[in-house]
Structures are given as C-alpha cells and as structure tokens.
T-cell receptor, first 113, second 115 residues
C-alpha cells in the first residue's frame, strides 16, 4: 500500500502563475519531507524539504507547506517558469530511519509560455 | 566528473546474460543507494550501503547482487533477469549523520531492458 501519494499525475499552468503540487501521506511516523525534481534523462535533484516540527519552508520561488493533521503537504512555485517543467516527486522519511526515502509516483508539471 | 555518475546509461540484455551496473559518487559521501523505477510506480529502494556495509535490503530477488568495494563505488550485478525487471535503475549517495536528515543526490540512471 502506498504511503506517499501524489494523486495528480500531471498539472499544466501558465508562465507567471502559481503551480501547486500536492502530496498526501498515511504514515504518521514520517517526520521529514522532501521534494525532488526530475528532468527527462536525468536523475532526481533535491529541491526543498521540511521537518514535521514546521508548517512552512521557503526557498526563493519554492515554498512547501505541511499540514500534519491532514497528513498533507504541498509545493508552491511562484511565479512558474517554463524551465520548471519536470516531474516532481514527494518523499518522506521515518523517524529513526532517516536514510530511507519513501517516494510518491510523481506529478508532471508543464509550464506553458 | 562531478556528482553521481552511472554507467552504462542504457543496457539491453537477454534473460541468460550477466551484466553489471556501475555507480560512482564524487561527493565524499558515506552512504550509497540503489533504487528501481518501473513505469507508473514510485521509486523503490533496493539496497543501502552505509560505510560500505549493507544496512538495507528490501526483499530484492537474489538475481540482483549489490557490491560496494569502497565508499565511492557501488555496483549492481545482474544475472538471469526477467522481462519485468526492465526499469530505470538509479543510484544515489548521501552523507549520513547521526540524528540528522540529509538529502540524497541521484545519478542519471541506467535504463535496463530485459528481452
């Protein structure tokens, strides 16, 4: 059973607008969450992370929000740029097993010029 | 070379062949990982090596055999694979610190096709 779910396989937004990518998880023992971005023919690259003791982390155009009660996190990209077009993976780690990443299936983001 | 490199990038093999995937990290990390990404599935962790000792083996079939001769190199030896083993195999590395979280750095992957 999938513990990290990204229910939208794809998302399309206009350049300059906000992109919101969503992720849900089922295991309340997850205590650290990461977002990775993947371009075709490349490996995933780390984007931003958040600890379960926080509800928001911001890095430039990227902000991750965590709602622990809803077991939900989201990645906001604003403003979106065509170069942001990629597959975005949500991942989580368990308390005590911080090397073991559990990934979602990914969401393909397309930013249209 | 920088980051995490993987060779070959593409591999086609028959079910009776024996081949090896190679991964090298140039980041001075102390942990290395093998992941499998099948179509429409999440990345699945296969093996973890920390300080050259295997610390995780996620019930992977014995036809996949990892080897970590030193902290910079990781191999995945393949033999008598099945067509359903066709997938993207990703290597990653990280610097494991007690009690802390740290991101993993991925290589570009090897696209494996088993005929």
């Amino acid at each position: 059973d999938q513990q990290v779910k990204q229910n939208s396989p794809s998302l399309s937004v206009q350049e300059g607008r906000i992109s919101i990518l969503n992720c849900d998880y089922t295991n309340s023992m997850f205590d650290y969450f990461l977002w990775y971005k993947k371009y075709p023919a490349e490996g995933p690259t780390f984007l931003i992370s958040i600890s379960s003791i926080k509800d928001k982390n911001e890095d430039g155009r990227f902000t991750v929000f965590l709602n622990k009660s809803a077991k939900h996190l989201s990645l906001h990209i604003v403003p979106s740029q065509p170069g942001d077009s990629a597959v975005y993976f949500c991942a989580a780690t368990l308390r005590g097993s911080n090397y073991k990443l559990t990934f979602g299936k990914g969401t393909l983001l397309t930013v249209n010029p | 070379e920088t980051g995490v490199t993987q060779t070959p990038r593409h591999l086609v093999m028959g079910m009776t062949n024996k081949k090896s995937l190679k991964c090298e990290q140039h980041l001075g990390h102390n942990a290395m990982y093998w992941y499998k990404q099948s179509a429409k599935k999440p990345l699945e962790l296969m093996f973890v090596y920390s300080l050259e000792e295997r610390v995780e083996n996620n019930s992977v079939p014995s036809r996949f055999s990892p080897e970590c001769p030193n902290s910079s190199h990781l191999f995945l030896h393949l033999h008598t694979l099945q067509p359903e083993d066709s997938a993207l195999y990703l290597c990653a590395s990280s610097q494991r610190r007690g009690g802390g979280h740290n991101e993993q750095f991925f290589g570009p992957g090897t696209r494996l096709t088993v005929l």
